[in-house]
């Protein structure tokens, strides 16, 4: 028995209302910290360092020359080869996705500049079916390699991805090969290829494009692996390593080459391309 | 001989049981039902054609895992003589997971490499259930790059749940193993044929079917994810998933070789014995031989750059997609 019986008054409810998502509670520490705190901040705990998940959309702007994104292949829209439906179809579930993200898809691409150099840029949003990849983002990630192979420009990909898409079944399998093969050709030819693992890159998106680049760098502590920890920790049946799967974790295991903060990225990037280029 | 029968095979199983003792009865004495047991025979192999020409997605899946149907070392042997299994990634250990060597398949020299499970509690747990490490993976690598460096064919057997999803998987980069076969694959100087020969578990099984042709036996299964996992996602409630999901998942995933093929994804179905390939293994081997010479014979007068052209269209055109021209739009 509750020594106090919980009363509901809606007139006091109604006077401490608190706007929404004024304070937001950070998924690495637990800290509540003031919101406009942490967009001032990039999108990164004042608290713990802990790199929030940002849209590709607020990714364009940390990484590129103002103003100089050139958006390619945007008409491109998915079919519904398996006609798979769970509580809603294929196709209305990519349009509650279109609605809830303002994109199209789970990727966007194009041309850009970062500090004046040209590059052909992929960025994930997994705000969009969890950044999955199906056929439209393995195409568009083929055409952008294949876009960086014409112009011999770089490509960079901002990978952030649940995985494959599920209900695109074996041809959302496939992409990862396709795409695997696409970046191939850029390294036949001398292209550059870095490729940015942001929070977080699992399955079919690492085991394919993701791990591949040239150079790979991960944010801060973002959770990078093949399995999610869920599945590790159901077929080990006992409890994961500290720090498991996490961007550092990588590091010392020799899997990635740097761990860079969100606003260092823009800087490396040049450094790198004034190094290789 | 003890025979595994699954769960709407039981009616083949009641059959076949009454045959075996009709058989006993008659054994030595005058009485003569030879008549009887033919008619029978007759029954179960219409019976069994009925069950076998109709089975769902989700029986396929359990015959594409039956205990008893051949595996990856079972049809090396059968179709190839002199095998010399090659071992180890020369970098951690060696996964018995995946296998790979070199053979003749009737004088033809090849380089096969395929998915492992084992049989029996003790193999299957030293095979890892199939499911191989990064060290299985960089294993086949290295395998067909010695293929292509001596120019012989690659084979591939695909026969695995998926990847290993553990620890010491994750921390020597079984996302990074996987990729980099994807990506070696697609440029490999020699021609690759790929057979999904049980089960096609997402990128742990192709990681070694990256090829110039694909074929799946009749009742196997290639998927991006398990029946049990999409359902898992898809219909999980209070942390159970009920049995009853399962097939509802194997028919939404289109996961069967007959699938495949209306989607164009692989090159052509290999028949199946009736009731499956574990009911003779002998007459699904020679059939897998078969198609494997059929293709090397197709694809040997193609020049390394024609065999990686020709590699790269067909993984590229893979997709499902419409593009609405951008001058409407603009």
Redesign the interface.
């Known amino acids: 028995m509750p020594w106090f019986k919980k009363t509901k008054d809606i007139k006091t409810e109604r006077k401490v209302k608190i706007p929404e998502g004024l304070w937001v509670k950070c998924d690495s520490c637990r800290e509540i910290v003031y919101k406009k705190e942490i967009d001032k901040n990039l999108k990164v705990c004042p608290k713990c360092n802990y790199h929030f998940r940002i849209s590709a959309r607020e990714r364009l702007k940390l990484l590129v020359d103002e103003g100089s994104f050139t958006e390619l292949d945007v008409n491109l829209e998915t079919g519904n080869p398996l006609g798979f439906k769970d509580t809603l179809s294929y196709e209305d579930r990519i349009k509650e996705n279109q609605k809830k993200s303002g994109l199209k898809e789970a990727v966007i691409s194009g041309d850009a500049f970062i500090k004046g150099y040209p590059v052909s840029l992929v960025i994930m949003d997994f705000s969009f079916m969890g950044g999955s990849m199906g056929s439209v983002v393995g195409e568009k990630i083929s055409r952008a390699a294949e876009h960086a192979l014409e112009k011999k420009q770089p490509l960079i990909t901002v990978s952030s991805s649940g995985g494959a898409r599920m209900q695109e079944g074996i041809f959302s399998l496939m992409q990862m090969a396709k795409v695997s093969a696409a970046i191939r050709r850029l390294k036949d030819n001398g292209i550059l290829y870095i490729s940015l693992l942001s929070d977080p890159t699992f399955g079919g998106v690492s085991a394919s494009f993701a791990m591949l680049g040239d150079i790979i760098i991960a944010e801060p502590k973002s959770l990078i692996g093949f399995a999610g920890p869920r599945v590790i920790e159901q077929t080990m049946k006992q409890p994961l390593p500290e720090n498991f799967q996490r961007a550092e974790f990588l590091l010392e295991h020799g899997l990635i080459d740097m761990v860079v903060e969100r606003k260092n990225l823009k800087d490396t990037f040049a450094k790198l391309f004034e190094l290789l280029l | 001989m003890i025979r595994c029968y699954l769960e709407f095979e039981k009616p083949i199983e009641e059959l076949e049981l009454k045959i075996e003792e009709l058989k006993r009865l008659s054994d030595g004495k005058d009485i003569d039902i030879s008549g009887e047991i033919k008619r029978l025979e007759k029954k179960v192999k219409e019976l069994r054609s009925d069950i076998f020409s109709t089975l769902t997605p989700w029986q396929k899946t359990l015959v594409a895992r039956h205990p008893d149907r051949p595996y990856t070392l079972d049809y090396i042997n059968l179709i190839t003589n002199d095998f010399i299994e090659l071992h180890g990634d020369r970098k951690f250990s060696n996964d018995p997971s995946i296998v790979g060597g070199l053979a003749k398949i009737k004088d033809l020299p090849v380089m096969i490499i395929g998915h492992q499970k084992g049989r029996g509690t003790k193999e299957r747990i030293y095979r890892n259930f199939g499911q191989p490490h990064p060290e299985g993976y960089r294993k086949a690598l290295r395998l067909m790059e010695l293929a292509e460096r001596f120019k012989k064919p690659v084979i591939t057997f695909i026969d695995t749940p998926g990847?290993?999803?553990?620890?010491s998987?994750?921390?020597?980069?079984?996302?990074?193993a996987?990729?980099?076969n994807?990506?070696?694959?697609?440029?490999l100087r020699v021609p690759i044929i790929s057979v999904v020969i049980g089960e096609g578990g997402?990128?742990g099984a192709?990681?070694i079917?990256?090829a110039d042709r694909l074929f799946m036996l009749e009742h196997s299964i290639?998927?991006?994810?398990s029946p049990e996992g999409?359902a898992a996602?898809?219909?999980k409630k209070d942390g159970d998933i009920g049995i009853e999901d399962f097939p509802r998942a194997a028919s939404?995933?289109?996961?069967t070789a007959q699938?495949?093929l209306s989607?164009k994804?692989i090159d052509d179905i290999i028949p199946e014995p009736l009731g499956g390939a574990h009911r003779d293994p002998k007459g699904m081997a020679e059939k897998i031989s078969d198609y494997i010479l059929k293709s090397i014979e197709e694809l040997k007068a193609k020049t390394p750059g024609k065999l990686i052209e020709e590699?790269?269209r067909r993984?590229?055109r893979?997709?499902?997609?419409?593009?609405?021209?951008?001058s409407a739009?603009s």
Not at chain 2, 182 to 187: G, H, P
Not at chain 2, 222 to 225: D, F, L, P, R
């Open positions: 990847a290993y999803p553990g620890i998987a994750e921390e020597r980069g079984q996302a990074e996987i990729a980099v994807l990506m070696e694959m697609s440029r997402s990128g192709l990681a079917g990256v290639y998927s991006v994810i999409c996602i898809l219909w939404a995933l289109r996961l699938d495949l989607f994804i590699r790269y993984l590229r893979i997709g499902s997609f419409k593009e609405e021209s951008a739009l």
